[in-house]
């Protein structure tokens, strides 16, 4: 009797190893992620969210991939990856000679992929009629100097890239307190511009050339201005043609930093993006891809019926 329950001790024991262990590789069946499949999730610089929705949204159609975005500052997005929090992100520059060391500590090598050239535009409200702005009157603004019609500057976050972008060129490390105002997001910046004369507002290029059906009653209200460089002749519009040339004074890259460590959807999602496919949706959303895609023509000979 004793014999027959430890017997049957065992061969329960066995049946509950061998059911769970089931269960375990069936869940990491269903969540097995490979570079073209799974699910994963991507921090992104909110300057830059739509070009980066319209990529995910292109890449699910053609794979059995979900991509989960999550839209803030800079700073923040920055702070994900350096915590750990995220290991897929996406940026409006490279990471410098610190955060990269940040990595090396670790023993980690970040996969930077470069697939657009972006930039900051300046925009202001449709009752003005001038639709030039210098740089140097901008960042003398920002310095303290009120010699221009410029009322005020309206970034969308504190720790935004844009921030960010004019500081280094103002020299500053932190926003004046006087005359510069803050909000949450680019359509937040836009909103107030059509509503206040003389402000100037300050935003990623992308959401002038992708702006959501709310805000394109927003857009008809507003200037993207022109923009003369520091030591150069002529004023620029954010425009492909001018971001190809190299004549925008406000120019900056786009990158997804990957620092997944293994060949998941990071590798294949950076690869797409800088692929015939992913440029070409670059090109259509009004920015500059890196890799410009070529164009196939076909040359048709046809017989003439009339001699």
């Given at each position: 009797?004793k ?12 049946f ?12 990491n ?14 921090f ?28 803030k ?8 990856l ?43 409200n ?30 969308d ?5 844009t ?37 100037i ?5 992308n959401?002038?050339?992708?702006p959501?059906?709310?805000m ?8 993207v ?23 925008y ?14 060949s ?11 692929g ?13 891809p ?18």
């Amino acid at each position: 009797m004793k014999k027959f329950k430890f017997i049957s001790g065992i061969f329960l024991f066995s049946f509950i190893f061998i059911f769970f262990n089931c269960r375990k590789n069936e869940n990491n069946n269903d969540n097995n992620e490979t570079i073209l499949k799974g699910k994963a999730t991507i921090f992104v610089d909110e300057t830059i969210t739509p070009i980066v929705e319209d990529e995910v949204m292109v890449f699910e159609s053609n794979y059995d991939a979900k991509l989960t975005l999550v839209s803030k500052s800079e700073s923040e997005v920055l702070n994900s990856l350096f915590n750990g929090k995220a290991n897929i992100v996406i940026l409006a520059r490279n990471l410098n000679e610190k955060e990269l060391k940040v990595f090396e500590q670790k023993k980690i090598q970040p996969r930077i992929t470069k697939f657009a050239i972006d930039g900051i535009s300046f925009v202001s409200n449709k009752s003005s009629n001038d639709t030039l702005i210098s740089l140097k009157d901008v960042l003398g603004f920002m310095k303290g100097e009120r010699n221009s019609n410029i009322k005020g500057l309206v970034f969308d976050n504190p720790n935004s890239s844009t921030v960010s972008y004019i500081n280094n060129l103002a020299g500053l490390e932190s926003l004046p307190e006087k005359d510069v105002y803050t909000f949450k997001t680019n359509n937040d910046v836009l909103k107030f511009v059509s509503e206040n004369d003389g402000m100037i507002g300050v935003v990623g290029v992308n959401w002038l050339s992708q702006p959501t059906p709310q805000m394109e009653s927003v857009l008809k209200k507003i200037n993207v201005l022109s923009v003369k460089g520091l030591n150069k002749d002529g004023y620029f519009a954010p425009s492909q043609n001018n971001f190809a040339e190299g004549t925008y004074p406000l120019l900056r890259d786009l990158y997804i930093v990957n620092c997944q460590g293994y060949s998941g959807l990071g590798m294949g999602f950076a690869s797409f993006i800088a692929g015939d496919i992913g440029q070409r949706i670059v090109l259509k959303a009004g920015l500059l891809p890196f890799n410009i895609p070529t164009r196939k023509l076909n040359i048709i000979h046809s017989k003439s019926i009339n001699k």
